[in-house]
């Protein structure tokens, strides 16, 4: 079975600052998926940004990219110039191409922005 | 506005009452999917569905039951064998099996 761990339960930054988040997760798997979700007070869950492992190149969205080192099973989140509405909770979460859609979910990190 | 909407948003039950929360999808999405929440945790998959009249049992499936009777509705009913249903209920739904799961705005269920 897959695992994902998060080793940073609460994390803070300073506006405009950069924060990386970390993820690690372990599988036997070579095709898979890789996600972080951010979950704000709202508490409905918002994609951030995807990484499919046959690419090597990292993903990025806008502020937001990751660190993919396949081979050392790391997958971790750099958030540029931190904004107050970047504070929520985020996710990690992994899918195994193999398995069909089972997504399995890191423990989360408690990200807060300070003006 | 397509998206994924979930209904009540809070729902109190009483201990030994079946309740059902609705899930539904204007995406036109095959696969659903409803997830868990319970206080500072991550999401636990209940039930997935990957095509109407299909479904499968995630990891925590046990006192919960769905039905799939239409594309865009994947409804979860609690029943009185869930041992502690109070928790943040969240559906997902997902164009097929191996693309992202975007989310509903989830169902806050307390039992009294």
């Known amino acids: 079975a897959q695992t994902v761990t998060q080793s940073q339960p609460e994390m803070s930054v300073q506006e405009a600052e950069t924060v990386t988040l970390s993820c690690t997760y372990d599988t036997s798997e070579n095709n898979y998926y890789l996600f972080w979700y951010k979950q704000p007070p709202s508490r409905q869950m918002i994609l951030v940004i995807r990484?499919?492992?046959?690419?090597?190149q990292n993903a990025t969205e806008n502020r937001f990219s990751v660190n993919f080192q396949k081979a050392a099973k790391s997958f971790s989140l750099k958030i540029s110039d931190s904004q107050l509405g970047d504070t929520a909770m985020y996710f990690c979460?992994?899918?195994?191409?193999?398995?069909?859609?089972?997504?399995?979910f890191g423990g989360g990190t408690r990200l807060m922005v300070k003006p | 506005d397509g998206g994924i909407t979930q209904s009540p948003k809070y729902l109190f039950r009483k201990e030994g009452q079946n309740v059902t929360l609705s899930c539904e999808q204007n995406?036109?999405?095959?696969?659903m999917y409803w997830y868990r929440q319970d206080p500072g945790q991550g999401l636990r998959l209940i039930y997935y569905?990957?095509?109407?009249?299909?479904?499968q049992k995630g990891d925590i499936a046990e006192g919960y039951s769905v039905s799939r009777e239409k594309k865009e509705s994947f409804p979860l009913t609690v029943t009185s064998a869930q041992k502690n249903p109070t928790a943040f209920y969240l559906c997902?739904?997902?164009?097929?099996?191996?693309?992202?799961?975007?989310f509903g705005p989830g169902t806050r269920l307390t039992v009294l």
């Open positions: 979460a992994f899918m195994d191409n193999n398995a069909g859609n089972m997504l399995t």
């Open positions: 997902a739904s997902s164009i097929d099996q191996t693309d992202t799961q975007y």
């Open positions: 990484q499919e492992a046959y690419k090597q």
């Open positions: 995406l036109n999405h095959d696969a």
């Open positions: 569905s990957q095509i109407v009249n299909d479904f």
